[in-house]
Each structure stands twice: as structure tokens, then as C-alpha cells.
């Protein structure tokens, strides 16, 4: 008696209603699952816990280990009441917190899309992957920027594995936002560490916006690596304002998808590379000054009209023009 008393729990000992415990599958029946919860007697799930736990239940055989939140620490017929549910919930925010804190980047299947981005699951949990977060080879070029070309961008990724890392998540509203971009943080940092404002790079033109031009070509510290170029590339942006010196409408009456391009990197910030091609190119605003002057009578060719004037292009030096805007005044 003396040693089985001393195997008992004190009563302070016992599990509280909210506590996860760990316990043995030892009876199945159509309305009830029975565990063995040891020195804590034996637990059940019933009722809508059983309900909402059968996609659990049903994977689960006589002695199989399984986690279960206490619901009631002691019902009228003696068993503790459980959720299998709520414990898998619990679990799986715990794992995530987790990640979070870590920021561990972790594989995870994207189930479906939505017009703002994508829907993944960590653990049984929902999350929400923004079209802004995602991998700069991932996020969709769409010329107007029209929604349903989107989605049907995004469509494409469904039932793809994508590496992603925790961003912000609240457990009480049920929330959790992923970014695909930030997984690759590391590897960019380290791959963008090697250029410096003023490199020149070459590539290839990888997408064609209405504001801009996206550029890629492949990391020298990894292509030194022997390391397969597909898995090694870095993009960068050329704006609209840095194609040419010359008003540029239409990024896609310069370049498309395919072409090989030089530009120059004018700007580094954090994972983001700001390329330009005109800076490659001779200014011809500083040689302006030189052929023309205040009052003198030119030539030129009527570019565009709008609303307020028209533009008109004239020539100043053997290969490069400028435009001028002659006001409707």
C-alpha cells in the first residue's frame, strides 16, 4: 500500500482543464474513443469532440500514442473529458510560435489562390501567402496588372512545395501570414554581398511590366560553386524611368521576355536590386547645352499629344535624341 501510495499523484498533481496530456488509444466504438491516460485515470472523447476529431480518430489503431487537451477534468460516469481537436490545434501553434522565433524556414504545399495570394497549411493550420511575398521567381508579371491574369498566375503553384518562413501569425484570430521571400533572405544577402552600386551585370530580360523590366542573371559566387544556375539566380528591376533618357511608354516596345541586356546596378536595398540601361548609355542632356540655345529655331517630330501639349523629339547628337514638351499655351 505504502509504495502504491507513493506511485499516486498529489492532488495538486492532477491535470487542469486546458492541459495537453499524452495517453494510449485502448477502445474504439462508433460514438467514443477511449485513452489510457496512466495515473490519471482513463479519458474520452464524445460528442461533437468526437465529431470534430475524425479525420484524427479514424487514423488511429488500438495503442497508438495520441495527444488530448483536458476538456473536464471529471465527467459523472468518472472519465476525464477530451479533445483530440483542440490538442492537435494547440500543438500545431505551438510549432509554429516556434518557427517564428527560430525563423526556420520550413517546406509547405500550396493548396489554393485567391486574388491576393496564396493558401498554404502548417500542421493542420490555414496560412496565407501575399502575392508581395512571394519569390521574385514566383511572383506573377502581368502587363495592366489585370486580376484574372493574376489568379491564373497563381493557379499554377497549386499543389507546388514552396519554402517559406513564418511572418506573423495571432492565435486568437486564428491568422497566419507566411513569406516565401523571406526564406531566401539568406541565400540573397549572401549572393547580393558580392556587387556593389555601379556593377555592370549581364542578363536576360526575365519579365515585361508597365513599370518596368525584370532582369536576371546568375550569382558568380554560386556559379563559382558549380552549383546548377537555375537554382542560382538574382533578379533585379529596371524601371520604367531607367530604360531610356528618352520618354518610355511602353516597357515592351524596348525589350521582351528573352532578350540579353546589360545594365547597371543603381541601387541595393536589403533584397532588392535597382538596375538602369540608360546610365549605360550616352546622356544627352549633358551635351544639350552645348548645341542648343534659348530662341533658336528647330526641327522635330511629333512624338505624342495629351491633354496639356504635345511632345516632340528632336536630334542633338548622332545616336541620341531628346523630347521636349511644347505646351498647348
Same mark, same amino acid.
Given at each position: ?30 460514438? +467514443? ?5 496512466g495515473i490519471w485515470g482513463i479519458g474520452i472523447v ?12 479514424? =487514423? ?42 527560430? =525563423? ?9 489562390? =485567391? ?32 486580376? +484574372? ?68 542573371? @546568375? ?8 552549383? /546548377?544556375m537555375e537554382e542560382e539566380m538574382l533578379e533585379g ?12 511608354? +511602353? /516597357? ?65 547628337? @548622332? =545616336? ?10
Amino acid at each position: 500500500m505504502q509504495n502504491l501510495a507513493l506511485k499516486m499523484p498529489k492532488a495538486f498533481d492532477w491535470p487542469k482543464v486546458g492541459e495537453v496530456v499524452e495517453g494510449r488509444v485502448m477502445k474504439k466504438s462508433a460514438k +467514443n474513443l477511449y485513452i489510457d491516460l496512466g495515473i490519471w485515470g482513463i479519458g474520452i472523447v464524445y460528442g461533437i469532440e468526437f465529431i470534430n476529431a475524425q479525420d484524427i480518430i479514424k =487514423n488511429l489503431k488500438i495503442g497508438t500514442s495520441v495527444f488530448a487537451k483536458i476538456v473536464e477534468v471529471q465527467n459523472e460516469s468518472g472519465f476525464r473529458e477530451l479533445s483530440l481537436a483542440e490538442a492537435k490545434a494547440q500543438k500545431s501553434w505551438d510549432l509554429i510560435r516556434e518557427l517564428k522565433k527560430t =525563423n526556420q524556414a520550413i517546406t509547405t504545399k500550396i493548396l489554393s489562390v =485567391n486574388r491576393g495570394g496564396l493558401i498554404v497549411e502548417i500542421s493542420g493550420i490555414a496560412g496565407f501567402l501575399p502575392v508581395s511575398q512571394l519569390a521574385s521567381e514566383h511572383y506573377p508579371r502581368v502587363e495592366g496588372g489585370d486580376k +484574372n491574369k493574376i489568379l491564373e498566375e497563381l493557379s499554377k503553384f497549386v499543389g507546388l512545395e514552396f519554402k517559406i518562413r513564418v511572418l506573423d501569425f495571432d492565435v486568437k484570430e486564428n491568422k497566419l501570414i507566411v513569406s516565401e521571400r523571406a526564406a531566401e533572405e539568406e541565400h540573397l544577402k549572401r549572393a547580393i554581398e558580392r556587387y556593389k552600386i555601379g556593377d555592370i551585370i549581364s542578363g536576360s530580360v526575365s519579365g515585361v511590366v508597365d513599370w518596368g523590366v525584370f532582369v536576371k542573371w @546568375p550569382s558568380s559566387a554560386k556559379a563559382m560553386e558549380g552549383k /546548377p544556375m537555375e537554382e542560382e539566380m538574382l533578379e533585379g528591376l529596371i524601371h520604367i524611368s531607367e530604360l531610356d533618357w528618352q520618354l518610355v511608354e +511602353n /516597357p515592351a516596345d524596348l525589350v521582351k521576355v528573352g532578350d540579353e541586356v546589360a545594365a547597371q546596378i543603381i541601387d541595393i536595398t536589403n533584397d532588392r536590386i535597382s538596375l538602369s540601361l540608360k546610365r549605360l548609355k550616352i546622356d544627352p542632356w549633358k551635351t544639350a547645352s552645348e548645341l542648343l540655345e534659348k530662341g533658336m529655331l528647330i526641327e522635330g517630330l511629333v512624338k505624342k499629344f495629351n491633354p496639356y501639349g504635345a511632345f516632340v523629339e528632336i536630334v542633338c547628337h @548622332p =545616336n541620341e535624341c531628346l523630347q521636349g514638351l511644347c505646351h498647348i499655351s
